[in-house]
């Protein structure tokens, strides 16, 4: 980077402004994914505010070096869409007194103060729900958060059990087919990935790994001897399971970016993976272990993909949503985008009704939308929760639990 000596106090003004607020943004990221969860859109924002601030680290050794003004220099101005071409100017700032040098730190110091002081403050309420399981007898709600699981009455969602699993953020939920185990997967964020399979209702550890070299977000049974985990490491990795013992199958590559979703679809022996690379990946999973390269990759979606639902009672169908406003219903098996249904806000979560007639949509304004997947037309709007919704169960009378933000666990009926 060129540094010359053009530049006026006006300048100097702007890129303090911008350079404080990016930097606190840049450490109340690195400090965030510590406290709370990180989800799929906070994925999205951080990898741009990163990029960008690495720019501007390059400006202060400039500055440090010469003190002296510079040419308008372009920086994003869209977090969310990080297009170079478009772009504000600011500057590098003239020379400065004491008393100037003084302020820009002190805008620097006291914004990272502020930011410490909020997440510390909200690291005493209650966690979000990030995960969310029904029981195959459907007697009780599991809810997984920072704090474990709890296990609530159905449908009165009575508190009548908490667990401390010892994961340090539960993201995902799965009982067996068989319903006499519970898969809990997640982790420590940038550090590894980690496992627990406990008996039901007895919660009796099995077996427990750390694996992944990042958070494990999602996985999926395969059978009753078979599941897989999808972690932000960018890999799924296959497990094989007998007689309480736990074996590594191997690991599968594929994703370029993290993978935040994972789903099985039995009946047509296929595996479907997605996350922040945007695209579905389809994998043959009828044997084990399972087989690679990927059949198809679907990459209609513009945007990170957040969840994933295979439709009961129509073998073959599978939803997808994603942050770029959209749910897509597909048939993997042959690579075919059916149709899609466009939404007003970022969808967070999927759960089809028990009949696969209908599919509820939970989104980051707290509303559940039940779309119509013949018509993908959205027929109900209903309000939730406060804040965002992580995770939803259907249950069979045609009611949804949504988990979300704050420890919020909420019965809906369409």
């Given at each position: 980077m060129v540094c010359s000596n053009k530049a006026?106090?006006?300048?100097?003004?702007?890129?303090?402004?911008?350079?404080?607020?990016?930097?606190?943004?840049?450490?109340?990221r690195q400090v965030a994914s510590s406290v709370v969860p990180v989800s799929f859109i906070h994925f999205a924002l951080a990898d741009n505010v990163v990029k960008n601030w690495d720019r501007y680290r390059t400006l202060n050794r400039c500055i440090a070096?010469?003190?002296?003004?510079?040419?308008?220099?372009?920086?994003?101005?869209?977090?969310?869409?990080?297009?170079?071409?478009?772009?504000?100017?600011?500057?590098?700032?003239?020379?400065?007194?004491i008393t100037e040098v003084m302020l820009s730190l002190f805008k620097r110091f006291a914004i990272v103060a502020l930011f410490i002081a909020f997440l510390s403050s909200a690291t005493k309420a209650q966690p979000p729900v990030t995960a969310l399981a029904m029981a195959p007898d459907e007697s009780a709600i599991v809810a997984g958060s920072q704090a474990g699981?709890?296990?609530?009455?159905?449908?009165?969602?009575?508190p009548r059990q908490?667990?401390?699993?010892?994961i340090t953020q539960v993201h995902d939920l799965e009982f067996s087919p068989d319903g006499t185990r519970l898969l809990i997967v997640g982790g420590a964020a940038s550090e590894y990935g980690e496992w627990k399979l406990l008996s039901w209702p007895q919660l009796k550890p099995i077996a427990t790994r750390i694996a992944h070299g990042d958070i494990?977000?999602?996985?999926?049974?395969?059978?009753?001897?078979?599941f897989v985990t999808a972690a932000a490491d960018n890999?799924?990795?296959?497990?094989?399971?007998?007689?309480?013992?736990?074996?590594?199958?191997?690991?599968?590559g594929g994703h370029s970016r993290r993978v935040l979703a994972v789903e099985a679809?039995?009946?047509?022996?296929?595996?479907?993976?997605?996350?922040?690379?945007?695209?579905?990946?389809?994998?043959?999973?009828?044997?084990?272990?399972?087989?690679?390269?990927p059949r198809w990759n679907l990459d209609n979606h513009t945007g990170v993909v957040c969840d994933l639902a295979a439709r009961p009672g129509a073998a073959g169908y599978l939803a997808s949503a994603s942050v770029d406003k959209t749910v897509r219903f597909w048939q993997p098996a042959i690579g075919r985008l059916v149709r899609f249904a466009r939404l007003p806000v970022e969808p967070t979560s999927l759960a089809w009704s028990h009949d696969g007639e209908r599919i509820a949509v939970g989104c980051a304004d707290g509303k559940l939308r039940i779309v119509n997947p013949s018509t993908v037309e959205i027929e109900q709007?209903?309000?939730?929760?406060?804040?965002?919704?992580?995770?939803?169960?259907?249950?069979?009378d045609g009611s949804f639990v949504v988990g979300g933000t704050a420890g919020a666990i909420v019965r809906v009926v369409p």
């Amino acid at each position: 980077m060129v540094c010359s000596n053009k530049a006026s106090h006006t300048r100097a003004e702007a890129v303090n402004k911008w350079d404080w607020l990016y930097g606190a943004l840049a450490l109340a990221r690195q400090v965030a994914s510590s406290v709370v969860p990180v989800s799929f859109i906070h994925f999205a924002l951080a990898d741009n505010v990163v990029k960008n601030w690495d720019r501007y680290r390059t400006l202060n050794r400039c500055i440090a070096r010469t003190q002296l003004g510079a040419e308008p220099v372009p920086f994003f101005h869209n977090l969310a869409g990080g297009n170079p071409e478009a772009t504000h100017s600011i500057s590098i700032p003239a020379r400065a007194g004491i008393t100037e040098v003084m302020l820009s730190l002190f805008k620097r110091f006291a914004i990272v103060a502020l930011f410490i002081a909020f997440l510390s403050s909200a690291t005493k309420a209650q966690p979000p729900v990030t995960a969310l399981a029904m029981a195959p007898d459907e007697s009780a709600i599991v809810a997984g958060s920072q704090a474990g699981i709890e296990i609530a009455e159905w449908p009165t969602l009575a508190p009548r059990q908490q667990h401390d699993v010892g994961i340090t953020q539960v993201h995902d939920l799965e009982f067996s087919p068989d319903g006499t185990r519970l898969l809990i997967v997640g982790g420590a964020a940038s550090e590894y990935g980690e496992w627990k399979l406990l008996s039901w209702p007895q919660l009796k550890p099995i077996a427990t790994r750390i694996a992944h070299g990042d958070i494990i977000h999602s996985a999926t049974w395969l059978s009753g001897e078979r599941f897989v985990t999808a972690a932000a490491d960018n890999e799924l990795i296959e497990w094989h399971v007998d007689d309480g013992s736990v074996e590594l199958v191997g690991k599968i590559g594929g994703h370029s970016r993290r993978v935040l979703a994972v789903e099985a679809m039995p009946q047509q022996g296929s595996l479907v993976s997605a996350g922040v690379d945007q695209v579905l990946r389809v994998w043959n999973a009828q044997n084990e272990p399972i087989e690679t390269p990927p059949r198809w990759n679907l990459d209609n979606h513009t945007g990170v993909v957040c969840d994933l639902a295979a439709r009961p009672g129509a073998a073959g169908y599978l939803a997808s949503a994603s942050v770029d406003k959209t749910v897509r219903f597909w048939q993997p098996a042959i690579g075919r985008l059916v149709r899609f249904a466009r939404l007003p806000v970022e969808p967070t979560s999927l759960a089809w009704s028990h009949d696969g007639e209908r599919i509820a949509v939970g989104c980051a304004d707290g509303k559940l939308r039940i779309v119509n997947p013949s018509t993908v037309e959205i027929e109900q709007t209903i309000a939730a929760i406060d804040g965002w919704i992580f995770d939803m169960v259907a249950a069979s009378d045609g009611s949804f639990v949504v988990g979300g933000t704050a420890g919020a666990i909420v019965r809906v009926v369409p």
